[in-house]
Every structure is written in C-alpha cells, then in structure tokens.
C-alpha cells in the first residue's frame, strides 16, 4: 500500500471510529480542517482538526508521516499532481466512508452546513499546499527516531546518567551544553543543541559505546499534555461521592505527589489545605492553573461548599505546564524529570500524573527509581479517543493506568483503550475547583486519576507490607467483559 494510501485509510478510520463511538444517530454537520504548519520557538508539527456532529478532537498526524518519511523517503519536491490525487482521494473517502456508516450527502452537508469544499479546507484553508506541509513537518522529523509519537524540542537531546558515566563521556570528547544534578534520582542530566544534521539513534549509540548499556539514557526532550478534557455546565459530582473512604481517613499521615500545571493556593477551597508547590518551568513561562487547580481540590480542598477527597493530607504540587499558544498546556520530558526528583526527596505515598504524551527513555529510567523505592506512581490513560495509540507514561508497565467512567459505570467516550488500561474510575462530570473562586464540572482521564491515587495511598497505610497496585486490581469491580479489559481494566477502582 503506498504512503499517500495509508494516509487516507488512516483518516478515514479515524471518522468511522469517531462515528462509530460517539454513538449518534443523526448527522447535522461534518467539517474536516487543516492547521497550517505551527512553528515557534521550539517545535513544528501538522495537526488535522476533527469533529463530527458537533463534538471535536484531535488526532496528530506526526506519527503518520514519519511512516511516510521511513517508508517512500519522500522527495524533495512534491508534485502538482500530488495535490489533486490527495484532494481527489480524501474527497471521494469521506465521502463514502460517512455514506456508509450515517447514509448522509457529504457533499450537501458540507456544502449547505459550512459552506466550503472539502479540498479546499483540506489543502488551502491557510494557503498552505499540502506539498509544503508535508515537505517542512517531515523534515522536522529525524528519519531514525523509533517512536510514533511525535512532538519534542526540535533542538535538542537529552543525556542522563551517573557522574561516572559523565566523567567517560568527557574523556571521549563529548560536550554538552548545560548540566543538572537530579540528587534524589540519583543522576545527571545533560542537555545538547542538536545540529540540523542531528541524528538521535546515532548519538544514542555513541554515548552507549563509551559508557555501556544500561549506564546511560539519551532521548529527545519529548512534549506532554493534559490532552482533551471536556467543560460541562452540569452541577457535577462530589469527589467523595464516588470513592468509599475508611472512617479513620483524617488519621492517616497521608502524602500525595501531584505532577500537574500551577495550582491557585488563594481560592477559598484550598486556603486551608496542605499544599506545597515548587516551580519547574522555564523561566518567563506562562503558567496555567486551571488543570491543576482542579486536579489538587479534586484530592485535598476543604472549603465548606466542596471537599477533597483527603482534605488533611499533604500534596506536593510539581508545577510542569506552560501555556503554548498553539497547542495549550505542555509540559516537557526535563520539566517532567526534575519534578519526579523532587517529589523522590518528599518521602510522598504515591505521585498522581495527570498528563499524557510519548514514550521517552529518560522518564522510564526516572519512573524505574519509584518502583524500586516503592513509591506507585498512577498516570492517566489519555483522551485520544478508543483508535488511539498507547500514551505514556500510563503505558509503562510499572505505572498504573487510569481511564475515565461515568456515574453509571459506562467507559468516557474519548478515553484511550488498550492493554495497559489497569483501573477505572468517575472522571465523567466530576466536580471541582477553578482557579479564583469558581467552580467547574469536567470530563477527562485526567479527573480520574486521584481517586486510584487516593486509594493507593490509604491501602499503603493500612496495609503497609501489600502491593497497593495488585489488591486494587483484585478488588476492583468488574465492568465490560469478564476480567481485564481493553476498556476498564479490572474494573472500577473499589478499596
């Protein structure tokens, strides 16, 4: 199948899943977007905007082309004629995809509803052909990198190891840019400005020859979102509505790392709790509270309107967002690192990771110090949607994987699906703070992940000597099919 081919296939699986799973009946709009080539300061990327029926997502196409770049190694110059056979081809397959799965006229819901050709939007929208777009993001791309996940810091690499490991590599010849000591984890990690002729597997090879495998880890300076979360104006349920908590809950000395955006410590709901936060982006950076805020008083707020879960424990609150116009709030895989080593020194129950994005090999060896420690850490499962590619770190097979449910134990119909989903719990309409003095209702992987945080940390203190990940899968309720599922996991988080 050629490259161009697989791309088509790929959107139209993606409409028919979307189709398929939002679970409507009618049809009353389709529109199918191009973003033009976002580029600032530190990275390039293609983002194809969808929605259907009035509910919307997005699926990046990075992965994609580096298939196209590995694969048919494109040339240089794009052709005239692949713009029409692209037009040409996405044109007929929408068309007859959504025929097929709704039986409506693509051509008179478009064109009636919105307006515009679909190839026009799909090449032109920002007088961009699709032969720029494409030449100028898979040039961003290093044909060798090994994951399908795309958006990093085009101008940099990432070392981490031992000062040992570090001393070698100087004798070698190797430079780099800037050092930091992660004490707590126990390395150092090096950041590198990566030349135009920059070559990850390359330089990952060199570094290993020196030192040994095993001794170091070099990656790219991955990106990390809160990914999709959807605002309703419903009242919203109470945390402590959806969790069964032990009627000694204000006795436990419990410890929560919470690895997020900003938090509002001035709301009224949080004056009095027991938050500690400490800054880990770059200087001059923007940072967002929103997602944080929610995220911390969904654990420990203690205003007398709405109440946390745990409103006496202690929460160490990593602050790794910065706001991105283009893309929301991004954390990096080095902000996402020296907050893990800081939360290592805070001798904390459990690290509740609200936030999804690539496999980085960084973050794997950092996240392998807490399992050796016995510190679980607990991540969202992601909103990609259930067509979505494993996000990371939930995927990580010592992380415990959190997918969103609703009140009636049905699966968030934007959560991830696979394999490393481990537990389920309410993340559908859940109640929580806005920075200020607000209050808010989301929906999300992300509002799910404190109740299994929260849970794991109780079992840690009642059950000291137990593994908390595996009496949590063994007490889960069961939901889906019979036993581990692609959808829920063991089922609803049930302590």
């Given at each position: ?7 088509l ?8 899943s ?9 049809f ?15 990275r390039?990327e ?6 259907v029926?009035?509910?919307?997502g ?5 992965p ?26 996405v ?12 039986d409506?006229?693509?051509d008179d ?30 040039n ?14 085009s ?12 001393e ?15 004490s707590?984890l126990?390395?150092i990690?090096?950041?590198v400005?990566a ?10 090879e060199g ?16 990106y990390y ?10 009242t ?10 032990p ?6 000395p ?10 509002d ?8 709790s027991?938050i ?15 997602h ?13 309107d ?13 602050s ?46 950092a996240?392998k110090?807490f ?16 067509a979505?590619?494993?996000?990371f ?20 119909r ?5 394999s ?5 719990a ?13 209050y808010?209702?989301?929906?999300g ?17 009642q ?23 692609d959808?829920?996991g063991y089922g609803?988080?049930?302590?």
């Amino acid at each position: 199948m050629s490259p161009i081919r697989k791309l088509l296939v790929f959107i139209e699986n993606q409409i028919v899943s979307w189709v398929r799973t939002t679970g409507l009946v009618g049809f009353g709009g389709f529109w199918f977007l191009t973003h033009s080539l976002l580029a600032d300061a530190e990275r390039t990327e293609l983002d194809i905007g969808v929605s259907v029926g009035g509910i919307g997502g997005y699926f990046e196409i990075g992965p994609i082309l580096d298939q196209i770049q590995a694969e048919a190694a494109l040339d240089e110059q794009i052709s005239d004629s692949l713009v029409d056979e692209v037009e040409e081809e996405v044109t007929g397959l929408l068309e007859e995809a959504v025929q097929n799965e709704l039986d409506v006229d693509i051509d008179d819901t478009v064109e009636n509803e919105l307006d515009v050709d679909i190839g026009e939007s799909f090449i032109g929208e920002q007088g961009l052909g699709i032969a720029v777009i494409a030449e100028e993001v898979v040039n961003a791309f290093d044909v060798d990198i090994e994951y399908e996940s795309a958006r990093f810091h085009s101008g940099q690499w990432l070392v981490m190891a031992d000062a040992i490991a570090f001393e070698e590599l100087a004798q070698e010849g190797f430079v780099f840019d800037s050092y930091r000591e992660l004490s707590s984890l126990g390395f150092i990690l090096a950041e590198v400005s990566a030349p135009s002729s920059f070559n990850i597997t390359t330089a990952r090879e060199g570094v290993l020859d020196v030192v040994g495998a095993g001794r170091a880890s070099v990656d790219l300076n991955h990106y990390y979102t809160a990914g999709i979360s959807i605002d309703s104006s419903a009242t919203g349920f109470q945390p402590t509505s959806a969790l069964q908590l032990p009627n000694n809950i204000d006795q436990l000395p419990l410890k929560i790392g919470v690895i997020d955006s900003l938090v509002d410590l001035s709301h009224p709901g949080l004056k009095s709790s027991k938050i500690e936060v400490e800054n880990f982006t770059r200087r001059g950076a923007k940072q967002p509270e929103s997602h944080g805020t929610a995220v911390a008083s969904i654990i420990a707020a203690s205003g007398r309107d709405y109440a946390g879960l745990i409103p006496n424990a202690e929460v160490f609150a990593a602050s790794v967002f910065e706001e991105q116009r283009h893309h929301g709030d991004t954390a990096n895989a080095v902000s996402l690192i020296r907050a893990l080593d800081w939360l290592l020194s805070k001798n904390i129950d459990v690290v509740n990771v609200s936030m999804a994005g690539p496999p980085n090999k960084l973050l794997e060896l950092a996240l392998k110090k807490f399992k050796d420690k016995g510190i679980p850490v607990v991540a969202a499962a992601g909103n990609g949607g259930p067509a979505a590619d494993p996000m990371f770190p939930a995927a990580y097979d010592d992380v415990i994987a959190v997918t969103a449910v609703d009140a009636q134990s049905r699966a968030f119909r934007m959560a991830n699906r696979g394999s490393y989903v481990d537990l389920s719990a309410l993340g559908v309409d859940v109640a929580h703070l806005k920075p200020g003095d607000g209050y808010g209702t989301s929906s999300g992987t992300s509002y799910a992940v404190p109740f299994v945080s929260t849970a794991v940390a109780i079992i840690k203190h009642q059950y000291p000597e137990a593994d908390p990940a595996q009496l949590l899968f063994k007490s889960a309720k069961d939901l889906g099919e019979p036993g581990k599922d692609d959808v829920y996991g063991y089922g609803l988080v049930n302590p």
